[in-house]
């Protein structure tokens, strides 16, 4: 009776197993026929509702809200590059470097904000909302860059991928440690969240880079991965410049902060996070202009 049961219980588990497996591949197989047929645009629906989901049930409405619409939209790109790969089975014409760079960007930005709340939005999604974002798109990334090198490392264009990001993420550090604002009155975490700043102004050269020297056609993916980038650094700058003077803070003299350290010039370090916010906005400057002009014609979009 009792190895009935089990070989009962065996064949329920075996039926349900393939049942959720036929399903789930015909869910993967309609929501990449989606994409094909309107170009990726459903996904930015998504987007959008899900945008307006945390908007109307878990923020309090202060402006400090696009701090997290931004991060919402970067994370938004980072899946959008994961599901280009998944989609082809292939890394060809992405940048696994600069993959690693948003890695750093993600991981330094968490430690600015987890332990301390001077880089987070006033808003109430800055209580929890905004980290999680930040660690969903940190773990795309990782999973993208595991694809690259455990799944499908055979067509990955390492050798189209030139840009040293060592030139990148040292460079980046040694700026982060001796120009750094102060908001979080811990020298580390503030200079965790400068450096994942001063990296992610840079972070997408390796990927444009990458993009010119195929010539070829960009993928939709690609290319919304790209655009939503650019949008999440236009939300940064917006905000970041509305608390221009609030960056400008120095380091208090008292017992209370005895572990802040402003490095140089601290009274003017509320310009320097607003330069590497514009420089984003350089680099991704004739990209956008050509993503929006391509997805409003209908035409495919080619990096020359």
């Known amino acids: 009776l009792i190895g009935e049961r089990q070989s009962k219980r065996s064949e ?22 989606m994409f094909d047929t309107y170009r990726g645009l459903p996904f930015w629906g998504l987007l959008v509702a899900l945008v307006l989901i945390v908007l109307f049930i878990f923020s309090s409405w202060d402006f400090s809200f696009i701090l997290t619409l931004g991060s919402m939209v970067q994370t938004f790109g980072c899946f959008m590059i994961l599901m ?10 992405i940048s696994v470097k600069t993959l690693i760079c948003y890695t750093f960007v993600y991981f330094f930005r968490i430690i600015g904000i987890y332990f301390h709340q001077g880089y987070w939005p006033m808003d109430a999604t800055g209580d929890h909302i905004i980290h999680y974002v930040d660690f969903i798109g940190l773990v795309f990334c990782l999973t993208t860059i ?20 060592v030139l ?17 009155f811990n020298a580390f975490t503030d200079i965790s969240w400068t450096y994942s700043n001063y990296v992610e102004s840079l972070a997408m050269l390796p990927q444009l880079q990458m993009m010119i020297s195929k010539n070829s056609v960009v993928e939709d993916y690609l290319g919304h991965y790209v655009a939503s980038q650019g949008i999440s ?6 905000f970041w410049f509305s608390t221009l003077q609030e960056l400008n803070k120095t380091c208090p003299n008292n017992k209370f902060h005895s572990y802040c350290w402003g490095g140089l010039m601290p009274e ?14 350089i680099i991704f400057g004739d990209f956008m202009f050509n993503y929006v002009k391509c997805l409003l014609e209908g035409k495919a979009m080619v990096m020359r």
């Open 12 to 33: 329920i588990y075996h039926k349900t197993k393939n049942i959720v497996k036929s399903h789930s591949g015909q869910v993967e197989q309609w929501a990449f026929s």
């Open 84 to 93: 280009c790969c998944l989609k082809n089975k292939s890394l060809s014409g």
């Open 146 to 165: 595991f694809l690259a090198y455990a799944a499908f490392p055979h067509t990955y264009d390492a050798d189209m991928d030139k840009i040293p990001i």
């Open 168 to 184: 990148i993420l040292v460079p980046c550090f040694v700026a982060a440690v001796f120009f750094h604002p102060v908001r979080n």
């Open 233 to 238: 650094k236009f939300c940064y700058l917006i």
């Open 268 to 281: 003017y370090m509320g310009y320097g996070i607003i330069f590497a916010q514009v420089v984003q906005l």
